[in-house]
């Protein structure tokens, strides 16, 4: 009988606890004994408890919740041989042989190291006593599946990340809000979104919001120019009768010579043009809450897989990321799809910008 733990890890996402439910219930009808590993990659390490075995009811009532109820963290230990080492050993005392982890590019990143150092860490705790050949005997290999959970929308060869369009609906949502009060008082507000290094949001939310200006770091304005653009910008729509201004600032937003553009910057450009100018950071927020019915179908469609996944692996088949590219559930070379989206920031710092939105090719529209 296969186990497989399932673990989510990195920043929480809403839709994580949606997958857990689906690779629970997917594990258990395709005749699995499912593990929670609790806390991401710490519980790995620091095995025992934290490895629990999940039973159909125990995910009951799941499937819309915001955050993850397995914990997450951003693990320092497994980041060195010793945790991943102590990782194996948990998870070789438990019987446990595959791993689904939710999570974003590092986190994904950690598992492909995994996977491909498993049989030196064995043949180590082998060496050292730790284990004996028999205990090991059935777990010469380790099948590792990655699903995407992130807000951030930032990973390659999928076109949406678990998260991302509930972030999305509550940025919108906060700035619907905020327009009520701009409105009243004819007021600019500069509006900070979460994201990282990727614009996704900040492009998503202002398109979504009629937002009067987008800074974002894949289309990176020009240094001691964009100010002007701005100004001139917001003074046409406000001739133009609009009462409100808004701009969405993405967190990573940036100019052409990467430095930093700044809520509070924007925020004086605007006051120079008269504008009475709030700023308003919207900061986790943007990660709480229910997940929205697109990221719980996903998150179920890619659990489900995953298993599959899993199921089907061969000790030469590589480690797969499950993502969505035009509406199909697809299998995605992990490996491949972590390289590419390294790749985009990448090309920012090498100030290739057409690089970067052609990389990003999902986030821009034309
Ligand atoms: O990756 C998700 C994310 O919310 C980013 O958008 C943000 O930059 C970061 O995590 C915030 O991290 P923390 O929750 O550790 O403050």
Redesign the pocket.
């Known amino acids: 009988r296969k186990k497989i733990a399932v673990m989510t890890s990195?920043?929480d996402?809403p839709g994580m606890c949606a997958v857990v439910r689906a690779v629970v219930r997917a594990g258990i009808f395709y005749g699995c004994d499912v593990y929670g590993c609790y806390e991401g990659y710490s519980g790995l390490v620091q095995g025992g408890d934290m490895l629990k075995k999940m039973e159909w009811e125990d995910v009951r009532g799941w499937l819309s919740l915001g955050g993850t109820l397995i914990g997450t963290a951003?693990c320092m230990e497994f980041k060195e041989r010793w945790g991943r080492l102590q990782g194996a050993y948990n998870m070789i005392v438990a019987g446990i042989d595959a791993l689904v982890v939710c999570g974003?590019d590092g986190s994904l990143t950690g598992a492909d190291l995994f996977r491909s150092e498993w049989p030196s860490l064995v043949d180590e705790l082998v060496a050292t006593g730790k284990l004996t050949e028999s205990e090991v005997a059935e777990h010469r290999h380790l099948n590792i599946v990655g699903l995407v959970g992130?807000?951030?929308n930032?990973m390659s060869s999928t076109d949406s990340t678990i998260g991302a369009y509930s972030s999305l609906e509550r940025i919108c949502e906060m700035v619907d809000y905020i327009d009520s009060t701009a409105n009243s008082h004819s007021r600019a507000f500069v509006v900070e979104v979460?994201?990282?290094h990727?614009g996704w949001?900040a492009l998503m939310a202002g398109i979504a919001t009629g937002a009067d200006y987008i800074f974002i770091p894949e289309q990176p304005p020009k240094a001691g120019e964009w100010q002007a653009e701005l100004k001139k910008v917001c003074m046409r729509h406000r001739d133009k009768g609009r009462r409100k201004t808004t701009v969405i600032v993405a967190?990573?937003a940036l100019d052409d010579l990467l430095t930093p553009i700044t809520s509070e910057e924007v925020k004086d450009v605007l006051v120079e043009i008269g504008l009475d100018t709030r700023i308003t950071t919207l900061g986790?927020v943007?990660?709480g809450g229910t997940a929205v019915a697109f990221d719980r179908m996903l998150a179920t469609l890619q659990g489900v897989d995953a298993v599959k996944a899993v199921l089907e692996m061969t000790p030469d088949t590589p480690s797969p990321m499950i993502g969505i590219v035009e509406n199909n559930i697809v299998r995605r070379n992990l490996v491949d799809a972590v390289r590419l989206t390294k790749s985009v920031a990448t090309a920012i710092e090498a100030r290739d910008f057409e690089k970067a939105m052609s990389l990003r090719d999902t986030v821009f529209v034309e």
Request: glycine content about 26%; aromatic content about 0%.
């Open positions: 990195g920043g996402s951003r974003g992130s807000i951030d930032d979460m994201g990282r990727c949001l967190e990573g986790h943007q990660r």
